[in-house]
């Protein structure tokens, strides 16, 4: 288990362009995979909440490992912050 000091050395070290993945994966405790497949259509900024409906695995985006692995994660104000630098910081923003 790390320390709260711990995840925030990792998070503050992270580069720039990737700080958003590691504060979701500390906030979320979502797969790498489901977090790799995330697109900005499954966060949902008003009710603060994403949709884990897909994954990242070889390549392509699939389901997630079992049919109980799709799911809605709700989320803060801390991670509602680092998600709208995040999308205001990529070129991938489409939905």
């Known amino acids: 288990m790390w320390t709260a000091a711990q995840l925030r050395s990792i998070v503050d070290t992270a580069p ?3 700080r958003g993945l590691f504060q ?3 906030l979320t ?3 790498l995979g489901e977090l ?3 697109q900005w259509k499954h966060v949902d900024f008003n ?3 994403l949709e884990i409906s897909q994954a990242l695995w070889e390549g ?3 389901p997630p490992k079992t049919a ?3 799911r809605t994660i709700y ?3 801390g991670l509602s912050m680092a998600l709208i630098v995040q999308k205001q910081n990529s070129t991938h923003t489409a939905p």
């Open 16 to 18: 720039d362009q990737h």
């Open 24 to 26: 979701c994966a500390m």
């Open 29 to 31: 405790g979502a797969r």
């Open 36 to 38: 790799l497949g995330l």
């Open 47 to 49: 009710d603060q909440k």
């Open 60 to 62: 392509r985006l699939l």
């Open 68 to 70: 109980g692995s799709v």
């Open 75 to 77: 989320f803060g104000h």
